[in-house]
Each structure stands twice: as C-alpha cells, then as structure tokens.
C-alpha cells in the first residue's frame, strides 16, 4: 500500500491552502529545491562546461525518461525528455504520418487541448499535398475511425471536464483499421494508470509539470514503441537526436531507437528539478493512486451536490469515465474561483463556464478535500462571489 502520509510529507504547500490544481501546475516537492540549487552551484558553477560529461547532464533526458517510465508502462530506453508538449505531439504526429504514406488524414475531438490541435493543423499545411485534421465529437471518434485515416490523436482525458477515453478501445480499433495512434497523456501521466506497453500504443507523449509535479516549463516527454522506434524519420532532426551530434556532420543521420526524438540541449536546471520530484514516486502504486483518487472525487460531488444546487456537474457521474479531476458549470464560474482563491482554497477556470478542481492524493487528505468543498458551498450560499475584484480577469485564468 502507498503510504500517503509519507508522500504528503515530501511537498513544500503553503500554510492553509488547499491545492486542487495540481493538474494543471503540481506544486513544489521539499526535495527539489536543494536538488537545483547543487545543479546550480556544484555543477555549473564548479565543473562550468565539463559538467556535460562529468555531472552526465548530456544523459539524462533518456535517464529521466527511464524513470519517468515506469509511470506510464514503458520499458526502459523507450521515453525521452525535452521542449514542451507541443513540440512532442508535433513530432509524434509527423512521425506517425510518415509511417502511413498513403493516407492524409489526423484524426481527432473537439474535447481535445487546442494546442494539439493546433500543432496537427500547423503540420498538415506544411505538409501539404491534401493532408488534414479531422475533429469530431468525442463520443464520436471510434466511429469516425476508418481506413483513411492515418493518426489517431488522442487526449485520453478531457482538460475541461475530465472525460476519460476508453483507450484499450481506440487503440485497438485503430490498429484493426490500419492507423497509428498518439496518445496523449498529459492528464493521465501520475494521474491514472497507464500501460503504454500492454496496450500496444504506437506514440505516447505529456507533460512533466502537471500531475508529475516538474516545476513552471518543466520539460514534456515523449514515448516510441521499441517495434517502431528504429523506424520512425525525425520531423525536427536536430542535433541532439543525431547518431553523433559531436562528429558535426553535414548530413543528418538519426540516433539509435528513442534518442532521434531529442532535438536540442536538455534543460538540465528543469531536469535536475524532474529528477527531484520524481523521487516522490518511489514506493507509489498507480492503482492506489487511482482509487484514493476516486474516494477523494467521490467526497467533492457529494458534498457540491448536497449543498450547491446551482453548480452542474460538467464530468462524467460514471467515476470510471472520469481522469483525476472534477468540473462544474456555473456562468460565473470566473468569479466564483477568484473569491475561493482568495479563502485559500485553489482551483481554475477554463471559458465559458467551467470550475476545474484536480485530485493528487500525494498530497491532498480527505480532510482537504471536504474543507474546500464546505468553502465552494459557503461562497455559492452567500453569493460572496459577487464582488468587482473577483470579476477582474488575468492574463491566465
Ligand atoms: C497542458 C497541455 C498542453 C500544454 O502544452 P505545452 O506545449 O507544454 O505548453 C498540451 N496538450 C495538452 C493535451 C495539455 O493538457
């Protein structure tokens, strides 16, 4: 069994607040500062640039990446580290392309984050040649899988209401069709168990700050089937992914299996700040993750049931159709989370109307979760929401 209390005490949260946000920015775990700051001072302060080999600063994207790994089921040297997530479902997907040069079609929902969808538009202009995105409604996508269809686009769990896909579905349905899948797993990586190996994904990829808890900018990771990895063409061949970026070569000629999915110098202040926060998930079982979780969910909706009739659940009531967060609607969704900001209770807001509260049992108790929802309840009651500063908006929401 996961010892929560232990897990608990390895985070630096601030006095009296509760953090229901961690799946959108995990908060700092105690060991990550220290862990910086000896990056900081005894490595590039000290060895300045020999730091690449003798601190082993150039190995740990795919160090981290094996670590990292054991969270999502992959087997080692198949996940590296590096940009940010856009960068990483635009590589995912070129390649994915690339291996089914006979079809032009990405498909996707229109519940998935808009940067992915973004990312594909960007790629399939680029590319030309009668490439396109696909968006349908989610609940729609299985049955908009066809035999034109290159590249499944997946964010298994919604950022706005929290749906979750039925990926060993998907997965196999598209591979039954002939296509390629990118799973994107930036609400599920230490938020719900993954088995990228188990459930044969093609690409997998997601972010290290939300629910693993890297830090603002924290890198993103991308994962390659081993079956695949020594076929797949580097859309962004930069140097780092080359079979020998020191032999400066004029040609590019991709690194062996995961590496050609590294484009530039690793971030090693935010790598070193991973590999801090990844010791946090020593001794953590997924599955206990998963259903402390859902007891702490399950806490929330029945209280905001019970005592806030004007909030709507916007997530599925079916907990197995849900990832790790909750969400409800309210059209003043804005101002009722700046006024439980200010009582020390944090979540957020995604437009029009959504309130989004993320459940990390790492650090969240019962006992935090039914305070916040007391609080959520006392300000619908109230109405102390109503206020102009609660309705002033920031640049992020
Ligand atoms: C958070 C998130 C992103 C963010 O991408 P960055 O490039 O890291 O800013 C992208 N896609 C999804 C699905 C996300 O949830």
Request: charged residues 20%; hydrophobic residues 45%; negative net charge.
């Amino acid at each position: 069994m996961t010892d929560f209390t232990a897990t608990r005490a390895m985070f630096d949260l601030p006095e009296g607040i509760v953090y229901l946000d961690g799946n959108s920015l995990g908060p700092l775990p105690r060991g990550v500062a220290a862990r910086v700051a000896r990056t900081i001072t005894d490595e590039w302060g000290q060895m300045l640039i020999t730091g690449w080999n003798r601190a082993g600063w150039m190995a740990l994207p795919t160090q981290l990446g094996n670590r990292l790994g054991r969270l999502i089921g992959a087997e080692p040297g198949s996940v590296t580290l590096g940009d940010t997530l856009s960068i990483k479902v635009y590589q995912a997907l070129a390649a994915g392309l690339d291996l089914r040069p006979d079809r032009r079609v990405i498909l996707s929902d229109t519940g998935n984050f808009p940067s992915d969808l973004y990312m594909a538009e960007g790629l399939c202009r680029s590319l030309g040649q009668g490439y396109a995105l696909k968006t349908v409604a989610p609940e729609a996508l299985e049955s908009a899988l066809d035999e034109t269809v290159a590249v499944l686009m997946v964010t298994e769990v919604d950022y706005r209401t929290g749906r979750k896909h039925d990926m060993a579905r998907l997965i196999a349905r598209a591979h039954d069709l002939g296509a390629l899948v990118v799973w994107d797993l930036a609400h599920s990586a230490g938020a719900i168990p993954v088995d990228v190996t188990g459930l044969d994904a093609d690409f997998a990829v997601g972010c290290s700050y939300k629910y693993l808890n890297s830090g603002p900018g924290g890198p993103a990771f991308i994962y390659v089937a081993p079956r695949l990895a020594d076929r797949v063409r580097p859309a962004l061949s930069g140097w780092l992914g080359h079979e020998a970026p020191f032999a400066f070569d004029l040609d590019y000629r991709p690194g062996a299996g995961i590496e050609r999915m590294r484009v530039g110098t690793p971030p090693i202040l935010q790598l070193a700040a991973l590999d801090a926060a990844l010791d946090v998930w020593e001794g953590v079982d997924m599955q206990d993750i998963r259903a402390q979780s859902l007891t702490l969910q399950e806490i929330f909706i029945a209280q905001i049931d019970a005592a806030c009739p004007d909030l709507t659940l916007a997530s599925p009531r079916d907990a197995a159709a849900r990832g790790s967060q909750v969400s409800f609607r309210h059209p003043q969704g804005y101002a009722i989370i700046q006024a439980l900001i200010a009582e020390g209770v944090i979540g957020d807001f995604r437009a029009p109307d959504i309130l989004r509260f993320g459940f990390t049992p790492l650090y969240l108790s019962e006992g935090d979760v039914e305070k916040a929802a007391a609080i959520l309840c006392e300000i619908m009651a109230t109405g102390r929401w109503d206020k102009p500063e609660f309705h002033r908006r920031a640049a992020v929401t």
